[in-house]
């Protein structure tokens, strides 16, 4: 998504050669007109496919969801990240590593608000290794729900995460993909 | 808001005659057609104050303030709760008790998305004891920037919360107000 990759060019920067940090309209400031267009141009990727139901995982993958979600005319569920006195029994539970935190994470899920009759796409705002998609997948297999697709906001390319998914057959469909760095400029895959 | 309180009445749950769960529409599980009404009501209610933007806290308040802030035409920050990798300094940090964790939590907001220019709205998923909108209140204060009102979906009017902030003279507007249960029914505050 070209509009996307211009914001990304121009605002986003690196931190320890690791993270990407686009906080200024994606994980601390969310531009609501730019996730806007993201939430069509999902629709337009996976309107099709008779969704039901849309996973994420807090916090900054609602935003991106939530929005999105208003084109699909479906809820969202996210799953959250510790155990608090809000959720009872009756849970998914996939624990995964969590390289923004460095620890581990389990993603909780209520077994109330996903089943087996759901087809269920799956969007986040970020995807570097993985580990949070892995997660959320696991948590549609033990609801015994249909994965029908990944959506992500910003992929970063150079690490493994969205190779692996793409390998094990996922519709995975990012907004836009990194490649990597040069001379400070950012450097995007062509679709 | 009458949609919101038949939908509490007809799902909510009390938990531990303390918590009062909506997790099948608000907290875990999204309706977003349920929270576009409600974003149109905030708008209703505070749309003609010149707001330039929402302010909320991670995680449940996101989606709340995301949908709200498409008709204000504005963007949301959210408040984090714990320092990752991802936040430099430069920060506003207010710390508050969480009674949904038992356990104390600093917000952060980055001084780069709030400065003294902004007419803030902060919005919030839930109000019972008013330690979160605490939080927030003082990060806006910090920043120096104008507090135009605070809305809230479902306040807690058994709690003390609401009655402090709005002695303080703060535009508190609540779209359900849960004054009590009785038999196992909610009784509502009366516009």
Redesign the interface.
């Known amino acids: 998504m070209k509009e996307l990759e211009e914001r990304i060019a121009q605002e986003g920067r690196i931190?320890?050669g690791r993270?990407i940090?686009v906080?200024?309209?994606l994980?601390?400031?969310?531009?609501?007109?730019l996730?806007?267009r993201m939430g069509k141009e999902f629709y337009r990727l996976f309107g099709d496919l008779g969704v039901t139901k849309i996973l994420t995982a807090?916090?900054?993958g609602?935003?991106v969801a939530?929005?999105a979600?208003?084109y699909f005319?479906?809820?969202?569920?996210?799953a959250?990240?510790?155990k608090?006195?809000?959720?009872?029994g009756g849970l998914y539970a996939s624990e995964i590593y969590s390289y923004?935190?460095?620890r581990k994470v389990t993603f909780l899920?209520?077994k109330?608000?996903l089943g087996a009759e759901d087809r269920v796409l799956i969007i986040d705002d970020f995807l570097a290794n993985g580990e949070a998609l892995r997660g959320l997948i696991d948590i549609v297999d033990m609801a015994g729900a249909q994965l029908m697709g990944v959506g992500v906001a910003v992929e970063k390319g150079f690490q493994e995460g969205g190779k692996r998914l793409r390998e094990r057959g996922i519709n995975l469909q990012s907004l836009a993909i990194i490649e990597g760095v040069e001379d400070g400029k950012f450097r995007f895959r062509q679709a």
């Open positions: 931190i320890d993270i940090k906080d200024g309209f994980n601390h400031r969310i531009d609501t007109k996730l806007n807090e916090a900054s609602i935003a939530v929005i979600a208003q005319d479906v809820p969202v569920v996210f959250k990240k510790a608090s006195d809000n959720i009872e923004t935190y460095n899920v209520s109330q608000w």
